[in-house]
């Protein structure tokens, strides 16, 4: 009877590892700075697509990364984001390009974009023109999405789910080339955005084991293609011939293509696996990564029933000290935190202040990576998340 018993609670486990999820704004957490892995030169062919698939990356590992997500609170451009992407690149000619930061909103209904801040910035364009003195200033430009949502993840997501997003940005810039008689003349770069996203599969994906850690993550396959369209516009009208001819832009052009096959799991936003690919066939990859970050080994029911995103401050944590917002109100807590290796390095109860946990280690942690999970008094998994100490 007992060993009927053990099989049927093994065979029970093999299946639910490979449950088709449903993503919603209950398992979907804000997400935090999350340790990357570059494995592009390991994965050289194309994952299957379908449905109750299993995905094999158990071997493979990569250069660490960052990927660069941070939590936000309070923006003054943008009160609304919960976090952003930042130092997010657009190129503005072949040569040039400026930096902006992303922000992004959770709610019942997806994810979204609210809306972008591009920092003022400047480059000389001597090798261009062959006058030092000549400038290209990018103003400071802060653009809002209040009606028309810039969608990233619509929920519920599940096999067949599909959204897309459409929008049009204007960036403002000054221009000054002395031999074409502009002085700080008024340019405008307008680029239409799309993307469409399709969930065309599930499945189970292996990654490398980790101590404490379920490697076996049942995900969502999201099939996603996005790409700009770019104009140019002086002094309000369309940029003319020699202007574009001499930067080596062409009116309408496409840039920022991307074609990518994108893994979720439930319990963190942050991609689990990502693949870019040459073309929309999606038939050869160029570049992938994969996440640092899985779920506890108590595994899928802990994330089923995980629906307190924290925000962890400062981060990186530069001490001993640190504190977890919470999105409501925390009494009795124990705060965990362990080593990439699954090693329990202590275990805290922490100072409750309404929303805030505020955790007082005994020791200073040493540079590196570490998990957190905050439970109640009963052992009921609140939250988990990372967190990164930097000496």
């Avoid at 108590?298 to 001490?319: L, Q, R, W």
């Avoid at 929303?355 to 009963?378: C, E, P, Q």
Wanted: aromatic share 12%; glycine share 6%; proline share 6%.
């Amino acid at each position: 009877m007992k060993k009927s018993f053990t099989t049927f609670m093994l065979a029970c486990t093999a299946l639910c590892a490979f449950c088709q999820i449903t993503l919603t704004e209950n398992n979907m957490p804000v997400p935090g700075t999350v340790p990357l892995q570059n494995v592009s030169s390991q994965v050289t062919t194309a994952p299957a697509i379908g449905n109750d698939l299993l995905w094999d990356y158990s071997t493979i590992s990569g250069q660490a990364n960052t990927n660069p997500f941070q939590a936000v609170n309070n923006d003054i451009n943008f009160p609304s984001a919960q976090f952003m992407l930042d130092q997010y690149f657009k190129n503005l000619t072949p040569a040039l390009g400026y930096y902006y930061n992303q922000y992004y909103q959770i709610t019942s209904t997806g994810a979204y974009v609210v809306g972008i801040h591009v920092p003022a910035q400047s480059f000389g364009l001597g090798a261009l023109t062959g006058n030092t003195a000549d400038t290209l200033y990018i103003l400071e430009n802060v653009i809002y999405y209040p009606a028309s949502q810039w969608v990233i993840l619509s929920f519920p997501a599940t096999a067949g789910s599909s959204w897309q997003s459409n929008q049009r940005h204007v960036v403002n810039m000054e221009l000054t080339v002395n031999a074409a008689g502009l002085n700080k003349a008024s340019l405008q770069q307008a680029f239409y955005f799309n993307r469409k996203d399709t969930i065309a599969g599930w499945g189970t994906l292996t990654l490398p084991a980790q101590n404490g850690f379920n490697n076996n993550v049942p995900v969502l396959q999201d099939k996603m293609q996005q790409y700009f369209v770019d104009s140019f516009y002086l002094n309000g009208s369309p940029a003319p011939p020699q202007l574009t001819t001499t930067f080596g832009i062409t009116q309408g052009q496409t840039t920022g293509l991307a074609n990518r096959m994108v893994f979720y799991r439930e319990g963190s936003f942050n991609y689990q696996m990502i693949i870019n690919f040459t073309d929309e066939t999606l038939t050869t990859p160029n570049l992938a990564y994969i996440s640092t970050q899985l779920p506890v080994i108590s595994g899928i029911e802990d994330n089923k029933n995980y629906t307190m995103p924290a925000v962890t401050f400062p981060n990186p944590v530069s001490g001993n000290h640190f504190t977890i917002q919470m999105p409501e109100e925390t009494k009795a807590a124990t705060v965990s935190i362990r080593d990439l290796t699954g090693r329990l390095v202590e275990t805290v109860t922490p100072a409750t202040n309404g929303n805030a946990l505020s955790v007082a280690l005994t020791n200073t942690l040493a540079t590196g990576l570490y998990t957190y999970t905050v439970n109640d008094i009963t052992g009921k998994l609140l939250a988990q998340g990372k967190l990164t100490a930097a000496q």
